[in-house]
């Protein structure tokens, strides 16, 4: 079930409610059940290949443990955990990439004009199998390094991969987080007033960034897109930062209700967010998007393969490495490789760039310590990440390239004086609506850029006829103004194929 | 802590109980409010218990050819027009299961145009518009789900999904509730349609033989007539009028009409006995479907006197528990009024029609006309003006003057009932030349609403407004430059 949907605002108080009546000693089954209930919801099949994912990593956990136990020697270790990640990896690989490889193969044998596999597999594609498999390897590969107890427990275990809150969508959790939390959830405190108000909070915060600000945005966004080849550059300008708008508003949104939710529950999950827009380069940008994503690449990934330890090109390779299969862990095709590519190049070229950038800025005499600077960065950061949001937007390579040139060759500045911006799929009254909407937002991120306050917090800090007032407002925006019901189906959170 | 815990329960309670509260007075606001089904019910459920006698339900076939205000003045009776856009048979029955919770009729009138229908589900207005009218209850859970395909109950169960995108549409009527606005106090449900279009009468008699009817619509016609005899109310059922039928459809009617008699219920067919009533359809009809104001006077007294010779229906003339009817009859005789003026070619017929407390005239001359010219002298007579050689604006009520502007003032007046009106003569810089044409110095607007209606430029103007309707009933411009030809 989806987070806006009318199944989840009568799932969550249920699965409440339950929760705080029950023995302590019931409190992780009760949520383990309510977590596979929530994902079968989608399709009972894909229970099965999370169980697998966990009873693999969870035997495997326990053999490891065992040769330390009898210090039966690393080799032992290392093929118990190699095997381990080898099977998730290639349950991963199947159920996901399967396709995307037959259209690589196909791709080199049709230069001998040779179609090798005519017809696409039709394929399972579970909802959140690229979150969970990587959280569970996260486990197996922390208590290979013994920077984690291995779980006994298989029911703990088992909530730790499926725990609803972030199974679909993330954050991706760690072992020594979450895992060690579940581990006495029958020692936490629950019933803690303040807690379980701020996760409502922010679960009502999630749902306004979705279904006011990313569902309305995408519906310009979709009309663009979808007809690109009808579009002048100007609007494909527009619609690209419209996808930054919706995609940011999208997935946050997910997150933050993840995180409100699981509040709920006693557990403080990580941050995924935080105003990435604000970043200053693009190095700043990945420690601010998708930060759950772009910790486990550095740990699991980045430093094992030497990280920037390792000499200039190493380190311009390694990077390359993670940021490429970071794209391609977003999507089965080329654009997300580009995708991925593209931010890689960015660093990298940043990074080689250093000392001459550093020589202009000093010949230049550029101020370096003011607003004005910090606010260019932040532009030009911003214009890097929308140029490349294009590549994952777009359906393929060509349709990515046809909008680049589009862009650059056939621009319709027009539209920016007379009301063409009205026509793009929103009128004037949805753009008001979006607009105003935009502004709360970009009030609520400066706070947490200024004050690094998230706005829960913020809120309940004030005054009850504040906190009251803009809890009101939430709601209110939603029920009246929240892309629901007749004319449209609630939008398909967009990282669901993950 | 036991205080803190009471503090908590009762900031809880508190905080639900005002967005329960909000969000209902919202919903309220973007709920659709068409008169047609869902504000027809609403007015219902306001009627004091027990006081209806005649049901009518149906389609807009219904509620558009029966006149409640003709039935109170004629006949003394109290009835209702209970209908839906385009109602299917098993709405009807729906529509009176709920009624009959609330009122107990003395006759129901089914009008059967729903019969002829063919469909399992009507379109989406049609769904909405005769389902979410109801108060919540056990008929309502029924209602819908028998006109609502399966895959969309969760959408009129949960009815915000259907209307919650209507903050595009908010109108006056949304905020205020139709409350003390035009006609929505004393409504009855009878909605007149005052277009006139030229039709042909359908030879209906030719087709002699029965079509059987869609197997839903028979369930629930057959239902009704049981319902009917089960509470022991009679129940006729009619068919107005109208051109648009073909030899299924009439064939339909007479199945309905044979299935009527099984149960003994008489079966009225406007169209096979039109000449008994007297229609013609070039001058009665509004369009393909339905009566206009010509057609369902005339329609009425048919049924009027049918009901008088065959039924026993109280006379409830003078019971002051029945002077909404009264109110309402009033109402509508002053629409009709209206209509008689809007349709009048003859001056000195509307200044006639008009002269009453409760019409205003606003007159203004304009340009180089004057009250002497000796096209309009005898209308400013009629009309009560009595300046000599004057342009300017005239506010008359009953022949008499209230308020007048003209020669060489600049006056502005402000009057608001429901409507804004604005009567302003003021002075604009026009050439040297021009004045010795007689041309006006002054410029004189009728506003009405940011309207200006006093359209010809040079000439006479008579705008009218009526206060018991609240509604501006026309504008008469006569043209000087056109010898003061009558033209709207």
Not at chain 2, 425 to 434: M, S, Y
Request: proline share 2%; charged share 25%; net charge positive.
């Amino acid at each position: 079930m989806q987070f806006n949907s009318i199944n989840f605002m009568i799932f969550l108080p249920i699965v409440m409610i339950v929760y705080f009546l029950i023995p302590r000693k019931l409190r992780s089954i009760w949520l383990l059940i309510a977590s596979y209930f929530f994902y079968m919801s989608w399709n009972p099949k894909y229970a099965m290949l999370i169980i697998i994912s966990t009873l693999a990593t969870y035997w495997s956990a326990i053999f490891i443990r065992k040769c330390d136990e009898l210090s039966l020697g690393d080799k032992k270790k290392k093929i118990i955990l190699i095997s381990c990640i080898i099977l998730n990896l290639l349950i991963l690989v199947i159920f996901k990439y399967t396709n995307f490889l037959i259209d690589i193969l196909n791709g080199f044998t049709n230069i001998f004009h040779i179609t090798l596999i005519e017809r696409k597999v039709d394929i399972l594609l579970p909802v959140g199998i690229s979150f969970y498999t990587f959280q569970a390897l996260g486990y197996i590969i922390d208590v290979y390094k013994k920077n984690v107890r291995c779980e006994k427990n298989f029911i703990k275990y088992a909530l730790f991969v499926s725990f609803f809150p972030q199974l679909v969508a993330g954050p991706i959790e760690r072992s020594k987080n979450l895992l060690n939390k579940i581990r006495d959830i029958e020692f936490i405190n629950i019933y803690n007033y303040e807690k379980v108000k701020s996760g409502f909070i922010l679960i009502l915060w999630g749902l306004f960034m979705k279904m006011v600000i990313a569902d309305r945005v995408a519906i310009l966004v979709d009309n663009i897109y979808n007809n690109f080849n009808m579009s002048g550059g100007t609007e494909l300008i527009i619609a690209t930062l419209g996808f930054a708008l919706q995609i940011y508003c999208d997935f946050n949104s997910y997150s933050t209700i993840a995180i409100g939710s699981a509040r709920i529950f006693g557990f403080d999950l990580m941050e995924n967010f935080n105003t990435p827009y604000f970043a200053l380069s693009i190095r700043d940008f990945w420690r601010r998007w998708h930060i759950s994503l772009s910790s486990w690449f550095k740990d699991y990934l980045y430093i094992p393969l030497g990280g920037s330890k390792v000499g200039i090109i190493r380190k311009y390779i390694n990077i390359m490495i993670v940021f490429i299969l970071s794209g391609l862990w977003h999507g089965a095709d080329m654009t997300f490789v580009i995708w991925g590519g593209l931010h890689g190049a960015y660093q990298v070229v940043a990074d080689a760039l250093k000392e001459k950038r550093e020589y202009v800025i000093n010949k230049l005499k550029i101020n370096t310590s003011c607003f004005s600077w910090k606010l260019i960065r932040i532009m030009l950061t911003f214009t890097l990440v929308t140029f490349a949001w294009i590549f994952f937007r777009a359906e393929n390579m060509d349709e990515a390239t046809s909008i680049i040139f589009r862009i650059i060759l056939k621009p319709n500045p027009w539209i920016l004086f007379n009301d063409g911006i009205y026509g793009l799929g929103l009128d004037n009254i949805e753009m008001n609506i979006l607009l105003f909407s935009i502004f709360i937002l970009l009030i609520v991120d400066i706070i947490k850029y200024k004050k690094h306050e998230n706005i829960d917090s913020f809120i309940m800090r004030q005054n009850m006829y504040f906190e009251w007032g803009f809890i009101i407002f939430l709601i209110l925006m939603i029920f009246i103004y929240g892309e629901y019901g007749l004319n449209f189906d609630p939008k398909q959170f967009i990282y669901f194929q993950f | 802590m036991k205080n803190i815990i009471k503090k908590r329960i009762i900031k809880i309670v508190v905080f639900i109980l005002i967005i329960f509260n909000l969000l209902s007075y919202v919903n309220k606001i973007l709920k659709p409010k068409y008169p047609d089904g869902i504000y027809s019910l609403n007015k219902f459920y306001e009627q004091k218990k027990n006081t209806i006698d005649v049901l009518v339900l149906g389609s807009s076939h219904a509620f558009e050819s029966i006149n409640t205000g003709m039935l109170w003045d004629e006949y003394g009776i109290a009835s209702y027009d209970l209908g839906g856009a385009m109602q299917p048979i098993w709405n009807t029955y729906y529509y009176l299961k709920e009624a009959l919770k609330y009122q107990k009729p003395k006759l129901i009138i089914l009008e059967g145009f729903g019969l002829s229908f063919n469909l399992e589900y009507g379109d989406e207005q049609v769904m909405l518009k005769n389902t979410i009218g109801f108060k919540n209850s056990k008929e309502k859970n029924e209602n819908i789900k028998i006109s609502v395909p399966e895959n969309r109950w969760e959408d009129y169960f949960i009815e915000n999904l259907l209307y919650h995108t209507r903050y595009k549409e908010l109108d006056r009527d949304d905020f205020y509730f139709n409350k003390n606005y035009r006609y929505y106090d004393n409504w009855k449900g009878f909605g007149y349609n005052f277009k006139t279009e030229k039709f042909e009468r359908p030879p209906v008699e030719i087709v002699k033989d029965d079509k059987e009817l869609n197997k839903k619509n028979e369930k629930y016609y057959r239902a009704i007539l049981r319902l009917a005899k089960d509470k022991n109310i009679p129940i006729i059922v009619i068919l107005a009028p109208y051109s648009y039928i073909d030899e299924d459809i009439q064939g339909r009617y007479n199945k309905s009409s044979t299935i009527a008699k099984e149960y003994d219920v008489p079966f009225i067919d406007g169209n096979k006995i039109s000449k008994n009533i007297g229609i013609d359809y070039a001058t009665d009809m509004a369009d393909a479907l339905h009566l206009n104001h010509r057609g369902n006077e005339k329609f009425t007294k048919y049924i009027g006197d049918y009901i008088k010779e065959n039924y026993n229906i109280p006379y409830r003339k003078g019971d002051t528990d029945y002077i909404s009817w009264e109110r309402n009859a009033r109402y509508i005789e002053r629409e009709f009024n209206n209509q008689k003026i809007r349709e009048s070619e003859d001056i000195n017929e509307i200044i006639n029609l008009t002269k009453d407390d409760y019409y205003d005239l606003y007159v203004s001359i304009d340009g180089n006309a004057n009250t002497d010219d000796k096209e309009i002298k005898n209308i400013c007579k009629i009309l009560g003006i009595k300046e000599n050689n004057a342009k300017g604006i005239w506010y008359i009520r009953n022949a008499k003057t209230i308020w007048y502007s003209g020669k060489n003032a600049s006056k502005k007046g402000y009057f608001n009932i429901v409507d804004d009106i604005t009567l302003d003569r003021h002075k604009i810089d026009r050439g040297k030349a021009e004045i010795e044409d007689g041309y006006d110095y002054y410029e004189n607007d009728v506003i009405i609403n940011k309207n200006k209606e006093n359209k010809a430029k040079n000439g006479l103007n008579i705008v009218i407004y009526d206060n018991i309707t609240e509604t501006l009933v026309g504008s008469i411009a006569l043209d000087k430059a056109e010898k003061y030809d009558f033209s709207r």
